[in-house]
Structures are given as structure tokens and as C-alpha cells.
């Protein structure tokens, strides 16, 4: 669905410790789902993507997590470095139903020293 | 691997002027380009959809007249803000897919003075 607000969610987390960012999705028909990076002033940067027929999948130091029922999505970072700081989103889409991505709201990742 | 290049990455206009933004693939064929807006702190809103040779399909509230976009080859999408107002300064991402994942560009940021 349409993704507002005024401001983003934000995690902090401490260096070294795992992270944990949510995404609730609206459409139940979606079937593709990404998790993406954005620094300041940038482009989205690809991390991670899932297909709805599994409920896991990892990558390095990323894990995503898919919940179907509740249409939930999750990204866990381990050991969140420095470098991981940077807003997050979770997009979704239809294959073949135009391919257009759905952006969630995004979270802002802080990693404090 | 795929890279779009978005050009320029920052922009400053008066108002009522035009302004036209550059999205390339460089090392693949984009059957389908996405231009996005987002205001700070807030996700990315989907402007349009365009496919090569094909007029580009509006979002819901885009005023096509005002945000036009051609996709005249597979390597190349424009879009162009006319008569650009204040309400405009954004930041601007195109998206190409080849049919499978999407790649973004590194956003241009538009300023109207």
C-alpha cells in the first residue's frame, strides 16, 4: 500500500550486536519481496530478496524472514557494523502484475560505538 | 552486475522552468523504467511506469502533463519536470528492469528556487 508519514522509525543498536528490522506488507496477493538499503543522498542499494513460496532465506551477515499469514517481513543483521548505518525499507510486488515495487515506510538504523 | 546511471545528481532551477533527468542502463537492456519521488524522511513514492516504445503509465494524483517521461530506447528513460514549482524539489530515482530484479540510480536531487 502507500507508504506516508512524516518522519521514520528509528533502531539504534550498539556495534557488534544483531539487528532486527520489521516490515508489515498490505497486499496478500504479492509474491516477490526485497530489502533495501539507503544512504544518505542515494540510490536504494539491494540487500536481500524472497520469494513467497519459502519463509527463510540468509545471505552474509543478512537474514530475511518471511511470515505470510500475518504478511510480516523481517531483516536481521548480525554483528551490525558502523557501515550498516543507513535507512532501510522492505518493498513488495505482483509478479507479472506490471512488476511494480511497493515501498514500505522505512527504518532508520543507528549504530552507536 | 547491472548498473543505472542517473544524471544529473543534483539540480537547481527557478521556478517555472524545466528540467530533464537522465536514467541509463549501462550493461543491460531496460525493457522497463520506474521514476520514484521521495520527500525526506519518507519512503519512495511510484511515480510511473514506462516501457520501451510505450507511453509511460501514471500513478494515481502524477499529473502526466507536468512529469514527462520517455523510454525511447532500452538503454536510456527521461524525465522531464516542466514548469517546475517550489513543491517539486524532491529527490528523484529512476529503477530499470531487464525482467528480472530491479537496479536503481543514484537519485537526483531537484531544487526549485
Known amino acids: 500500500g502507500e507508504s506516508v508519514g512524516l518522519h521514520l522509525p528509528t533502531l539504534s543498536v550498539q556495534e557488534g550486536d544483531n539487528s532486527i528490522i520489521n516490515c508489515a506488507y498490505s497486499?496478500?496477493?504479492?509474491?516477490?519481496f526485497i530489502w533495501y538499503k539507503q544512504e544518505s543522498g542515494k540510490g536504494p542499494q539491494f540487500i536481500i530478496d524472497i520469494r513467497s513460496n519459502m519463509d527463510k532465506r540468509q545471505g552474509q551477515r543478512v537474514t530475511v524472514l518471511l511470515n505470510k499469514t500475518v504478511k510480516h517481513l523481517s531483516l536481521q543483521i548480525a554483528a551490525t557494523q558502523p557501515g550498516d548505518s543507513a535507512v532501510y525499507f522492505c518493498a513488495e510486488t505482483v509478479t507479472g502484475g506490471g512488476n511494480k515495487l511497493t515501498f514500505g515506510t522505512g527504518t532508520q538504523l543507528k549504530v552507536e560505538l | 552486475g547491472a548498473v543505472v546511471s542517473q544524471h544529473p545528481s543534483w539540480v537547481i532551477c527557478k521556478s517555472g522552468t524545466s528540467v530533464k533527468i537522465e536514467c541509463r542502463s549501462l550493461?543491460?537492456?531496460?525493457?522497463?523504467m520506474f521514476w520514484y519521488r521521495q520527500f525526506p524522511k519518507q519512503s519512495l513514492m511510484l511515480m510511473a511506469t514506462s516501457n520501451e516504445g510505450s507511453k509511460a503509465t501514471y500513478e494515481q494524483g502524477v499529473e502526466k502533463d507536468k512529469f514527462l517521461i520517455n523510454h525511447a530506447s532500452l538503454t536510456l528513460s527521461t524525465l522531464t519536470v516542466t514548469s517546475a514549482h517550489p513543491e517539486d524539489s524532491s529527490f528523484y530515482i529512476c529503477?530499470?528492469?531487464?525482467?528480472?530484479?530491479?537496479?536503481f540510480g543514484s537519485g537526483t536531487r531537484l531544487t526549485v528556487v
Open positions: 497486499n496478500s496477493a504479492s509474491d516477490y
Open positions: 529503477s530499470a528492469s531487464g525482467g528480472v530484479g530491479y537496479t
Open positions: 550493461d543491460f537492456q531496460a525493457t522497463t
